[in-house]
């Protein structure tokens, strides 16, 4: 007993002695936190508001009214073998990769607590359901950052498959209890009573989650530009530079690492700088791939009381930065990046990191949409082919 009253006095002291020093830091640099907030802002504005609200209903809408559950007939055969999960965990998968942080994360949650896949099966999707746009990384990071189309491709492309390897290696965890589930797997339905209902209260729920994202958005970026004005960061950076000198981590690329590791979108801006392309993609690549402590708290305030394991899901994450990193640098030596690339493609890319507010809107709602009715088109196709095995089982 003393010793947990002993650790709960330093943990409450320590908590204190942040909570002071934080308060120091806003009363001694008012002006650069002012200036982060606002920064913070328009990127919320500009960028995560439009960018991932559609996606949000969209999310809400396919776990409301058991339009996953109708795909999981089609997509069983795939999921199940590739990454054992049912086929209604395809609808998180699909929103993770095309709608962004953390939309990926917030469907699987709601598969779990709504019944429509088991627990080991939602730890999984996790994993490597929780990753980045491609909006993000063709626009910002390749033609915004790097000032090329063909290194938001490549990024991309190293994004993508270092997610389906992770998905692929948590295969394998907690195997050996998908069985049970299926024998006692329940039938889809919807589970709204009416659209409107699922339809309105998407909206809300949306509404939500996304002010719970842009407060960690400021939040970070506030935090982040005190350490660096208070000199704890680089003070950090250059004691990380100086112990891993024979592994050629400077303190600038530790400075760079710990601010992405914080929070990515500031991350990979520091990549605009000095250094070598293939250290900077490969920096980058890292990042995108962790996706920083900022998408953790907006994916961990989800998991709330839901029971899901954090580690896994942090371990999945890490694991995505270290392969990405890992497929960036083999992709570097095989594709020369001088080569020259399509004027169409680079044009489209550039046109997205151009976008201003009501053009993201425009296409994200567009995009959320398409995807909509592929979703429910899917399982309509679905419930038909339920009514045609149970027409053929009467007869």
Known sequence: MSRLLSRERVRDAMLGLALLCATLALML?????????????????NVIIPSL????????????????GYLGRLLEGLMRPLFRVGGACASAVALGFIGGYPVGAKTAIGLYESGQC???????????????????????????????????????????????????????YRS???????????????????????????????????????????????????????????????LLGTLFTPFG????????LLTGAL??????????????????????????????????CQVLSFLGGSGLSAG???????????LSALFTAALVRLFPLEAPVSDYLAEQVAGIA?????????ISTVCAWVLFLVFLFTAAAGVRKGLGKGRRSVL
């Not at 981590?249 to 760079?256: D, F, G, M, S, V």
């Not at 520091?270 to 791939?289: C, E, H, I, N, Y």
């Not at 151009?354 to 425009?362: D, K, R």
């Open 29 to 45: 640099y008012p002006q650069p936190a002012m200036e982060a907030a606002r920064s913070g802002l328009r990127l919320c504005y």
């Open 53 to 68: 609200f559609p996606f949000f209903v969209l999310s809400s809408l396919v776990v409301e009214l058991g339009l996953a």
């Open 118 to 172: 088991t627990r080991t099966e939602a730890e999984r999707l996790l994993a490597f359901c929780n990753n980045s746009g491609p909006a993000f990384i063709l626009g910002v990071v390749g033609t915004g950052v790097f000032a090329s189309s063909r290194v938001g491709v490549l990024l991309y492309l190293a994004h993508a498959a270092a997610s389906c390897c992770v998905g692929l290696l948590f295969r394998f």
């Open 176 to 238: 050996g209890t998908e069985r049970r589930w299926t024998a006692a797997r329940p039938q889809p339905q919807f589970r709204a009573p009416r659209l409107t209902a699922a339809f309105t209260g998407s909206i809300k729920n949306a509404f939500l989650s996304t002010l719970n994202i842009c407060a960690f958005v400021v939040f970070f970026t506030v935090v982040i530009q005190l350490l660096i004005r208070s000199g704890l960061l680089p003070a950090l950076a250059g």
């Open 249 to 256: 981590l400077t303190p600038e690329w530790a400075q760079r």
């Open 263 to 296: 929070e990515l979108s500031t991350g990979v801006t520091t990549l605009m700088g000095d250094g070598s392309l293939s250290g900077r993609l490969v920096a980058a690549a890292f990042m995108l791939g962790w996706a920083g402590i900022s998408v953790h």
């Open 312 to 322: 896994t899901y942090l371990a999945g994450k890490l694991l995505h930065g270290g």
């Open 354 to 362: 151009g976008m201003e507010f009501h053009s993201t809107l425009v």
